[in-house]
């Protein structure tokens, strides 16, 4: 249908702004990073989710899943730990634009906080996998604007001895915008950390980087210390339990 003219002496309206995408965006190899800026999800509550399954069983068991499960699904790897469940903890390393650098995870019950500096919570500690959604990690994107860079990544602190075997996706929701979803490649290498995705301010925007980057940390150094050295975060680290 054709538009219809401004009456005389009127300049003609300024054109729309183009929609808002909410198709959901996978990141790859190839095309690794996504604005949330463009996507228009700067602002709100974004919820960051890590769902694993058994490799090769199709099944998805939320971000954690106990002996049983994995036993029902034929799966026999290192990963199975002679008894007990996998404990996998989702974490996030922050850094302020005025400085202010930490670490939300649930060592020393450091889940963070919504609403005052980091802006950033962990919702529980999910031991044994009971919980349906595992472990979620929550971002207030109404201070995106405070922020500079926020690493997240994944620890395993009890029951595996790697990554191995395993498959998972993860999800990152806006409250508004798209969803933003990548999966992990296979894991060849003995690592109890695995970097998930980088989120910064570059060129004005909240840009979201899938890294899917597994480490190896070396002889008595911590997972939580190793990915610090691997990104330059240069924190002081001391020993710390649940």
């Known amino acids: 249908m054709a538009s219809i003219p401004p009456p005389p002496g009127q300049a ?50 939320g971000k ?9 699904l034929g799966a026999r790897s290192a990963l199975l730990p002679p008894s007990g469940d996998l404990d996998l903890d989702l974490c996030a390393l922050y850094e302020l634009t005025d400085g202010t650098a930490g670490v939300v995870h649930p060592l020393a019950q450091a889940f963070g906080d919504l609403h005052t500096p980091p802006y950033i919570q962990l919702d529980r500690d999910d031991r044994t996998g009971a919980v349906a959604t595992g472990e979620n990690l929550t971002i207030n994107l109404d201070h995106q604007a405070r922020f500079r860079r926020i690493l997240i990544f994944v620890t395993i602190y009890s029951g595996a001895r790697s990554f191995e075997g ?24 003995p690592a109890t950390v695995c970097a998930l995705a980088l989120i910064t301010h570059t060129g004005g925007e909240l840009v979201v980087q899938r890294e899917a980057r597994y480490l190896v940390p070396a002889p008595g150094v911590s997972p939580q210390r190793t990915v610090d050295h691997a990104y330059g975060w240069g924190l002081n680290w001391s020993p710390a339990s649940k």
């Open 64 to 72: 954690k899943f106990g002996r049983k499960a994995m036993e029902a």
């Open 166 to 189: 395993l498959d998972a996706t993860v999800t990152l929701q806006p409250q508004h915008g798209a969803p933003v979803e990548f999966t992990l490649d296979a894991c060849t290498v």
């Open 12 to 61: 003609a309206p300024a054109p729309a702004p183009a929609p808002v995408r909410l198709t959901k965006v996978t990141l790859t190899k190839d095309a690794p990073a996504v604005s949330l800026t463009k996507q228009g999800g700067t602002s709100g509550a974004m919820r960051v989710n890590l769902n694993w399954s058994a490799g090769g069983a199709g099944k998805r068991l």
